[in-house]
């Protein structure tokens, strides 16, 4: 019987020093799903290679296959890596997709990642139809979640945090101008994480003016003097300070002189220096924002803790995706006994009836038809009872029951093993019971 | 029939307002569809009243626009209120996606109905001379749009100032996340709140019209005048400090929160002196009735 099998490693096992040195590269990719497919036992795989993770998904013949995977994942992974079977492997799956075992929990790449890993082993002849079926099913989940939990929302990093709160005090950021003073890294960051928000212009003002149009370049900016500190407040929307300064350099009294130059149009004043380059006073003036480090990350921190607040309604999500993700597989499964059945007892009916023709001789066509409609009717009614049990179970021990009770040959299961990822089976009944190979017992 | 419709317009309203308001507690987009979808239905319910009632005016144009029922006639105003309110609030949502002010708009709303209900028109004495007065209709109708529209901006000052507080506390609540950009309440705030003031300015002129054909006298000394020009003076001191001063946002927010207040005493002197009421409603709803 087919297995859904995950083996590989996430942040959660190993810190980064091992991770950088475990991760596949775009270009190494198609040769690692190729490596895979040959693998014994290994009918479909896909690779999730990301900055925080290193996981082959996998559907295979039976659990032995894990071994020959981890052997391809190399020694040092190998040594940390974990295996999951079946449900759990589906479990995980389904998490990682919804960003529930993100590092940061509620993350937006992860999604894209997953969708791009399954592209890529597409593309490589790699993934076949169990487990795209499987893919679709945890991306579906996950976007559930997305939507009806409030998990990804609110920014979580420092940089992130002063990007949503210029958001919240300016709006839509076009338009606006952004002044960077000093070239801290961080301040760096979030200014060109604004200007990716649409702000229009960046001035980047340094104690030299040679450092001032260096940074100016890197983030896509103008070079402007630091003496003109004051004419720049006025123009500037978000104003992100990080010089070395020991004193701060924007002062209650300038931003009060500036204010009334600006018309009190608001000002949104980021200090991401330490000793503060921003008098915090200056937050008590109207209109004018001031948050420092401690702020965002007070925010951040909020913004984290929230999100962690919503894990158990999306973990809820998840089982509920899973167990409906089960129920389908099930129906499925039910579909080919039900066409063979009905298929066999057609054919019964139909060499009965023509014995019965040739019994009573010469009949014209009105009578032919009619005896044929009676046979059709006899099937239809005593298959209707099982019908409407198989599909109302979903298949599961029933389908297999009624298999067994009609002699119903299991013919699927034989065409099944010769579909690899690239002889796709045309439908369900063509794949038979055995072809939706992940065996999920239908939780509920 | 309009009586019917209006009382199942207020059942819709108060079941947005509960929609909005869980939405606040509990973040699901459907309970955003749901509210406005039923403050749309309420109002074309609401509008249909007012057809109703129309249709059955047999000739006497506006006078029986309504809901056809006596009960409500006095309530007549505080109905075309609420239903200037949430046409406005859908207009602006359109434009601007703001289900936190519904949450307001659909609550306000219920509250205006209520009284609708509560307010009785037993004495209609009214002056011939308004029976087919067309400047009471323009007053009655710029007084509804202007209070609506300043309800509206009332409501987007409450959120400025929420925002705000929660902005410079550096401690943002549960609601931050809902809250709309400062610079965008402002906006929108600063554009209804200079309608209502034309409304307002329109609504007190008519007024004077009105009173002059009625009474005699163009300036009545009474609470409601006097309330209604206090609100426009300082509304109209309001507009010039932002045109002129470029006063914004927190001052801005709390000027119109004042001018609002003051608009509702000028409600409140219609229901205290209910006799008013009747004269500004039946009049203009059902004049020839006695």
């Not at chain 1, 004043?269 to 948050?291: Q, W």
Request: aromatic share 6%; with cysteine.
């Amino acid at each position: 019987m087919p297995v859904l099998l995950c083996v590989g490693l996430s942040h959660k096992q190993v810190p980064i020093a091992v991770r950088e040195q475990l991760a596949v590269s775009v270009e190494e990719l198609p040769g690692r799903l190729a490596r895979l497919r040959t693998l014994p036992g290994v009918r479909e795989a896909m690779l999730l290679s990301t900055c925080n993770r290193l996981e082959v998904f996998a559907v295979a013949e039976a659990r032995t296959a894990a071994d020959d995977l981890l052997r391809d994942l190399g020694n040092l992974a190998a040594e940390h890596a974990i295996t999951r079977f079946e449900d759990d492997a589906l479990l995980h799956l389904f998490r990682v997709t919804a960003s529930l075992d993100s590092m940061v929990v509620g993350e937006a790449q992860i999604q894209g990642q997953v969708k791009e890993a399954h592209a890529r082993a597409q593309e490589a002849g790699a993934c076949g139809a169990a487990l795209t079926r499987v893919l679709s099913a945890a991306l579906s989940a996950a976007k559930r979640v997305r939507t009806e939990t409030a998990i990804a929302r609110g920014a979580v990093s420092i940089s992130s945090v002063a990007v949503q709160m210029a958001h919240k005090v300016l709006g839509d950021l076009s338009g606006r101008a952004v002044l960077l003073v000093g070239a801290g890294e961080m301040a760096q960051l979030a200014a060109r994480e604004l200007h990716a928000g649409g702000a229009s212009q960046v001035l980047v003002a340094n104690r030299s003016s040679s450092a001032a149009e260096a940074l100016a370049k890197e983030v896509s900016g103008i070079a402007v003097g630091l003496q003109e500190l004051p004419a720049l407040l006025e123009r500037a929307d978000v104003v992100l300070c990080s010089t070395a300064a020991q004193q701060p350099i924007v002062t209650r009294e300038l931003v009060g002189r500036v204010l009334k130059a600006r018309r009190y149009r608001p000002l949104f004043l980021i200090d991401l220096a330490l000793p503060r380059n921003i008098d915090p006073g200056a937050n008590a003036l109207e209109n004018v924002y001031v948050y420092d480090l401690d702020d965002l990350e007070r925010v951040a921190a909020q913004n984290r803790e929230l999100r962690e607040q919503e894990v158990q309604r999306a973990e809820a999500i998840v089982r509920e995706e899973i167990t409906a993700y089960a129920r389908a597989k099930q129906e499925r499964a039910a579909v080919p006994v039900l066409a063979r059945l009905r298929q066999q007892a057609q054919a019964l009916a139909d060499a009965e009836v023509e014995r019965t023709l040739s019994l009573l001789g010469p009949l014209n066509d009105r009578q032919q038809k009619s005896i044929r409609s009676m046979a059709g009717a006899i099937v239809n009614k005593l298959l209707h009872g099982p019908t409407a049990r198989l599909r109302g179970e979903q298949g599961g021990p029933l389908a297999d029951a009624a298999a067994e009770l009609f002699g119903i040959q299991d013919a699927g299961q034989d065409a099944d093993a010769a579909h690899g990822p690239s002889a796709e089976p045309a439908t369900d009944a063509e794949r038979g019971p055995g072809a939706d190979v992940l065996p999920i017992t239908g939780r509920k | 029939m309009a009586t019917i419709l209006v009382h199942i317009a207020l059942l819709a309203y108060a079941a947005a307002a509960a929609a909005y308001l869980t939405w606040l507690v509990r973040p699901r987009e459907w309970l955003v569809h749901a509210g406005r979808a039923l403050l749309l239905v309420g109002l074309v319910l609401h509008l249909g009243s007012f057809a109703a009632g129309l249709s059955l005016s047999q000739g006497e144009g506006l006078a029986r626009v309504g809901f056809g029922s006596d009960a409500w006639k006095g309530g007549q105003l505080f109905s075309l209120l609420a239903a200037a309110t949430v046409a406005g609030y859908l207009a602006l949502d359109l434009r601007y996606r703001l289900p936190v002010a519904g949450a307001f708009v659909a609550t306000f709303t219920v509250a205006v109905m209520v009284p609708a209900h509560l307010v009785h028109g037993g004495t209609r004495a009214i002056a011939p001379a308004l029976t087919h007065s067309t400047a009471l209709a323009v007053h009655v109708f710029a007084a509804a749009a202007g209070t609506a529209a300043l309800a509206l901006a009332f409501a987007l000052s409450l959120l400025y100032l929420a925002g705000e507080k929660q902005l410079k506390s550096k401690h943002p609540g549960r609601l931050f996340a809902r809250l709309p950009s400062l610079e965008l309440i402002d906006r929108v705030g600063w554009h209804l709140s200079v309608w209502g003031f034309v409304f307002l300015s329109v609504a007190i002129a008519t007024g004077s019209f009105v009173s002059q054909e009625s009474s005699g006298s163009a300036f009545p000394i009474a609470p409601k005048e006097g309330f209604a020009i206090l609100a426009w003076a300082l509304l109209a001191g309001m507009i010039q400090a932002r045109l002129v001063a470029g006063w914004r946002g927190r001052r801005l927010a709390l000027l119109v929160v004042a001018g609002f207040l003051l608009l509702v005493g000028t409600y409140a002197g219609l229901l205290a002196a209910p006799q008013k009421v009747a004269s500004a409603a039946a009049a203009l709803f059902a004049p020839g009735r006695s």
